[in-house]
C-alpha cells in the first residue's frame, strides 16, 4: 500500500491523473483468452540435448509465452499468442533447427 500512495504521489507531482498507471492494465482472464496452445509431434529427436534445441528455436519466434519440450514422448507443447505468430511459423522455426515438428490431431 505504501508503494501506491508513492506512486500516487508522484503522479500527481507530474501532473498527471492518479489512474494514468492503471489505465492499460489487462485483468489475467482477459490475458490468458488471448492465448493459444498447440502440441507438436517431434519425432526427429534422439538425445537427451535435441530438446533444448527444439525450445530454443521455438521460443524465439515472436509471440511464443512458453515452451515445454518432452523427449520421452517426442512432443513439445507451445502457448503462443495468435495475433503475432501461428502454428505453421513455429513448426517452422523447429524444422530450420533440424527437427520437423507437426501439430497434433
Do not use: W
Not at 508513492?6 to 492499460?24: I, R, S
Not at 502440441?39 to 509471440?63: L, Q
Not at 507443447?77 to 502454428?87: M, Q, S
Amino acid at each position: 500500500m505504501k508503494h501506491l500512495a508513492v506512486l500516487a504521489l508522484g503522479t500527481l507531482m507530474l501532473g498527471l491523473p492518479v489512474t494514468t498507471p492503471f489505465a492499460f492494465a489487462q485483468t489475467a482472464p482477459e490475458v490468458a483468452a488471448a492465448l493459444a496452445e498447440v502440441r507438436f509431434d517431434v519425432p526427429d529427436m534422439t538425445c537427451e540435448t535435441c530438446p533444448i534445441t527444439v525450445k530454443f528455436a521455438m521460443s524465439r519466434v515472436e509471440g511464443v509465452r512458453s515452451v515445454e519440450v518432452d523427449f520421452d514422448s517426442r512432443s513439445a507443447t507451445v502457448i503462443f499468442d495468435p495475433a503475432l505468430t501461428d502454428a505453421a511459423k513455429i513448426a517452422e522455426a523447429s524444422a530450420q533447427a533440424g527437427y520437423p515438428a507437426t501439430v497434433q490431431n
